[in-house]
């Protein structure tokens, strides 16, 4: 699928981008009176959010085509504050997020988010997409069979019908016939409208009621800076994942800044954090959105949408809108990660299921990211440590070919590769295929050449490569032991 969606990657066009925009407006409406239920904020704080979000990201961020809205991700952190403190701190809290991802960005700490290995992105974006499909599910509870029926034809349309046209984005039919037909034959069905209400009002400009002091610091503080890191995480892992699909690069450090801006004015219109979404950003690329007229154009539109077409916006079925999620849900899912799977080392297999368990069991994503990059280091850490040594014997010359990284990790392991009793009078230390790291490895190989010379051999170090040697010299073992470069194992 990722193929495919690398396939559309073309010039811009303005028909499609427009169409595009609508396609993911749409769609963002239910998710936005969603997490506000999850925040316990008014429906329009989230609706607002969404529409600036995705405004001011297609302006000032640095990935063309990516969407960012309220998510259920930052909705869930910011319930706690809200029921102990009320939103006006949670709009403080908002622009506070801001402020620390643009310093975030003005100091360029994007880099420490790189040290992310593939395969705790691919448990990301795979944890996110089975978390789609689950919220899916429940959308069922209690429907009647009409809901049943509805989802499976908007799921043949979304399908099948770029098959017959690619004019018009597919699930951008599917919502609009479905939402046609359920208005023509009033069929019993959810409509957004169930979901919370919505009105006819636009946003404004709104400073947070709260004391500027050092205890309303104190308050927001630690829930700012949790946003602000989840809300940068999973705006740069969609990010990178619009990249692949198409086949493009972004700014991740102008992203960084533009999340930042975007949540600063979102907090002074009366919204609270946001992010960049994955789901959506699919359907956006899925209907071949590409540039940022696309990401503009979906805020805009959603703007309209509640203000002049809200009541016909109430009438469109849940049906039609879970049923594109469930297509994006599946798109989301990395497959090829699977096959992957079972050609990855057992060590490394495990860190994508782990990081998928652990966002599926908390439903957050950052914890999941976090307990994948710390198994990955692990297991990065503990191959590292995996030193070995193969022998020659020339004559009277005992040759180690070393090979690994010795460092802290490393050195005990280092002092049990010798067979200090043998009765070669000549011993080669060949780290041709090695490298030191640390004093810690400069003194491991100190103490194996003490013991031999304890025993009366001499000892050589050889092939070290300049880093190596440089660590050696400051450690003294120049004076304690020979080096050579090369070292002629027939004498």
């Known amino acids: 699928m990722r193929s495919k969606l690398r396939r559309k990657a073309q010039s811009p066009n303005l028909k499609t981008e427009v169409l595009a925009g609508i396609t993911v407006a749409l769609a ?15 429906p329009m704080v989230a609706l607002y959010t969404s529409f600036c979000m995705a405004v001011v990201t297609a302006i000032a961020g640095g990935r063309p085509a990516m969407i960012s809205a309220a998510t259920g991700s930052m909705a869930l952190l910011m319930t706690t504050l809200v029921a102990k403190h009320g939103v006006e701190y949670l709009f403080a809290a908002t622009v506070l ?13 994007e880099r420490f988010f790189s040290f992310i290995p593939p395969s705790v992105i691919a448990g990301f974006v795979n944890a996110l997409g089975i978390l789609i499909f689950l919220a899916q599910l429940q959308q069922f509870v209690g429907e009647p069979w009409q809901m049943y029926v509805m989802v499976a034809v908007t799921l043949v349309i979304v399908y099948l019908f770029p098959r017959l046209s690619k004019a018009v984005p ?44 050092l205890e309303t610091i104190a ?3 630690p829930y700012a800076l949790t946003l602000a890191i989840v809300g940068l995480l999973e705006s740069l892992l969609t990010a990178a994942l619009v990249d692949e699909l198409t086949d493009t690069r972004s700014s991740k450090n102008q992203e960084i ?17 946001g992010c960049g979404m994955v789901g959506q950003s699919i359907i956006n ?7 940022r007229l696309s990401t503009a154009v979906s805020g805009a539109f959603l703007l309209f949408a509640i203000f002049v077409l809200r009541d016909l916006v109430q009438q469109i079925p849940m049906a039609a809108l879970v049923g594109v999620m469930i297509m994006i849900a599946f798109e989301t899912f990395d497959w090829n990660s699977l096959k992957t799977l079972r050609k990855t080392p ?5 860190v994508m299921p782990i990081t998928v368990a652990i966002v599926i069991w908390t439903h957050d994503l950052a914890k999941g990211v976090l307990v994948g990059v710390i198994l990955s280091t692990v297991v990065f850490g503990w191959q590292a440590a995996q030193i070995r040594a193969t022998t020659t014997q020339h004559s009277e010359v005992k040759t180690y070919h070393l090979s690994g990284q010795l460092f802290s990790g490393s050195a005990n392991r280092f002092l049990e590769l010798f067979d200090y009793q043998h009765n070669s009078k000549r011993i080669v230390l060949d780290f041709s295929a090695a490298r030191l790291w640390d004093w810690a490895a400069a003194d491991a190989v100190s103490k194996v050449v003490k013991k031999y010379q304890i025993l ?13 040697q440089a660590i050696a010299e400051q450690f003294g073992l120049m004076q304690l032991a020979d080096f050579d470069w090369f070292v002629d194992q027939s004498a």
């Open 346 to 350: 057992l060590p490394e297999s495990i």
């Open 257 to 273: 800044k533009g999340q930042g801006i975007a949540n600063v004015v979102t907090g002074f219109l009366g919204g609270m954090a």
């Open 456 to 468: 009366g051999k001499q000892v050589t170090l050889s092939g070290l490569n300049p880093e190596s």
């Open 219 to 221: 308050i927001i503080l």
């Open 97 to 109: 997020t801001g402020v620390l991802q643009i310093l975030i960005g003005i100091l360029q700490l």
């Open 170 to 213: 597919a699930p951008l039919v599917a919502i609009v016939s479905m939402t046609l037909f359920a208005i023509a034959v009033n069929l019993p069905v959810r409509r957004v409208g169930d979901i919370g209400q919505i009105t006819r009002s636009l946003p404004s400009v709104h400073l947070p009621a709260v004391s500027l002091s």
């Open 28 to 42: 963002l409406i239910p998710e936005s009176l969603a997490f506000a239920a999850i925040a316990k904020v008014n």
């Open 285 to 291: 690329v899925r209907s071949g959105g590409r540039s």
